[in-house]
DNA sequence: GTGGTCTAGACCACA
DNA sequence: GTGGTCTAGACCACG
């Protein structure tokens, strides 16, 4: 599980942590149960500061990816199922109304959901 | 076309706007053609500075969404670039994890992307 | 309003900043609507850091006591009566347990609570 | 008595241990007298660490809510000390202070308190 | 001018 | 050794 961040990137790097663990777990890349890498650790692999990383796991765990066991550090959660959040909603919403300004039809559109939503598990 | 903002939110005032502009273009509530407002009508509309608004317009202009026209001021443009963006793509796979991540399956998921994409289409 | 601040106490200052604006706001120092001082001056005025503070309006922020308007900085939230929280009940249990293992009775533990809970209210 | 400890819960494990220890003797749980297992004991139960135990168990001495016995370990102290501590009566201004602001009336925070205050007595 | 983000350290509580 | 907290700065996006 290699992080790629874009230091120039309009996103915060906090974020783009926390994207892209999100990613890594809807992937199988992070199995439930799998301990991730210490605070200390990630923020010297990918050359960050702590405090970085710490705000991206903080987000993570409010949003229940993960758990912080104080005694091992963090897990990744088995994640209670407790539907689509709001913001993903709003996101969904948004980034397909761009696909049908894009050109694509319904099913072009949906075609490409699926292997999306897909990605990782085959 | 009615703007409404959140000024608490996490996400910038510009780019609120311009997600609800590029979505009610996709939604047909804003017609190929159609002029927008004035940068000083939406300002004083929504009480947030010229500047704010000039920079979801340049936004837009950018992403190919709207077009300035010397005579009638922004127009939603005709056509748009073939092919979604790299963001586009980027935010869709994202959004597509955190929805399997909430414990949609495969049919679910797509079946709530049908119903987005068509939404103010029927 | 003014904070008062242990640097030596076990509770983090940014928690004892949260607690005494929530306590503010529940004794009508700070009225609904309200603003607060901006975080640069609110950490100079206590010789603080400005992160602390942040942190500090962030959780009050996520409890739904404030909201911070991109335009023009913290205000006191009319707070959506959702109900007392977890923390708060579990918190209020110990707190009366406490309070019959120093020797009250029923009745002087329910006055004591009622001249709390209508302290700044007179 | 058995404890549960929540390992991501932002309140030290030795604190968890407490409380609920205050709270069992509150609620007759824990009658005066009894013995507490020991620490050894304790932290095999609960898969943690003999100095977290220990921590707890020495916590509750200094507030008088146990003895230690020579011979027979720790034991439920017959007798605390007199009123309300500071902190006590800090939490408890606080939590009241959140029961007002969650919508709750005079009466009803009254009424709350009176029933936890009961809890594990009738 | 505001809050948000980030750095490069440091100290401490916890386990 | 872990995460949590804090500092004293800095830069930047936002409005």
Redesign the pocket.
């Known amino acids: 599980m290699l992080l790629k961040l874009d ?1 120039s990137s ?7 942590i926390r994207d892209q663990i999100v990613l890594g777990i809807a992937q199988r890349q992070l199995a439930a149960g799998e301990r ?8 010297e692999e ?13 987000l993570l ?1 409010q949003e229940g990816y993960i758990a ?1 066991d ?5 897990v990744v959660s088995p994640r209670q199922g407790a539907g689509p959040s709001k913001e993903t909603l709003e996101g969904l919403r948004l980034r397909l109304g761009e696909l049908r300004l894009a050109g694509l039809s319904k099913e072009e559109a949906l075609d490409l959901c699926g292997r999306l939503f897909e990605e990782g598990t085959e």
């Open positions: 230091f309009d996103k915060p790097i906090y974020m783009q991730l890498p210490t605070i200390r650790a990630l923020a990918c050359g960050i500061n702590m405090m970085t990383v710490s705000k991206a796991y903080q765990r912080t104080r005694r091992s550090g963090a």
